[in-house]
């Protein structure tokens, strides 16, 4: 089992980008899939999650609806679109499936869980 991001870029601040998630030998579809993101010298922290099934998506309080996650099921694909994107913004993003994710909530990977490798989103001028 695989899974990658990718997307990542140079953005300048208002910019956009849209990550990619991909997976092999899995059906992301199967699984609640999140996105997780670790600055230098900071947490890695949950940035959106949709689950499997009921679709439920969550997204962190930072967020502030600058950022959109959807799947395509036919591609085995979950993306991540981002826009309006700020320095505080920088940082590595991942791919994962997670065991819970609610509106309000997102359980970060356990054992059992797959990581992807990630990709580096930096935003500057």
């Known amino acids: 089992v695989q899974l990658q991001a990718s997307g990542g870029g140079l953005v300048q601040p208002g910019g956009s980008l849209r990550l990619s998630c991909a997976a092999s030998g899995i059906r992301l579809d199967t699984y609640a899939i999140g996105w997780f993101r670790q600055a230098p010298g900071k947490e890695r922290e949950g940035v959106s999650c949709?689950?499997?099934?009921?679709?439920?998506?969550y997204y962190g309080h930072f967020v502030k609806g600058r950022f959109t996650i959807s799947r395509d099921n036919i591609k085995n694909m979950v993306y991540l679109q981002m826009n309006s994107l700020t320095p505080e913004d920088t940082a590595v993003y991942y791919c994962?499936?997670?065991?819970?994710?609610?509106?309000?909530?997102?359980?970060?990977?356990?054992?059992?869980?797959?990581w992807g490798q990630g990709t580096q989103v930096t935003v500057s001028s």
């Open positions: 994962a499936t997670v065991p819970l994710c609610r509106t309000n909530i997102i359980q970060r990977p356990k054992g059992d869980d797959y």
């Open positions: 949709i689950n499997a099934g009921d679709g439920r998506i």
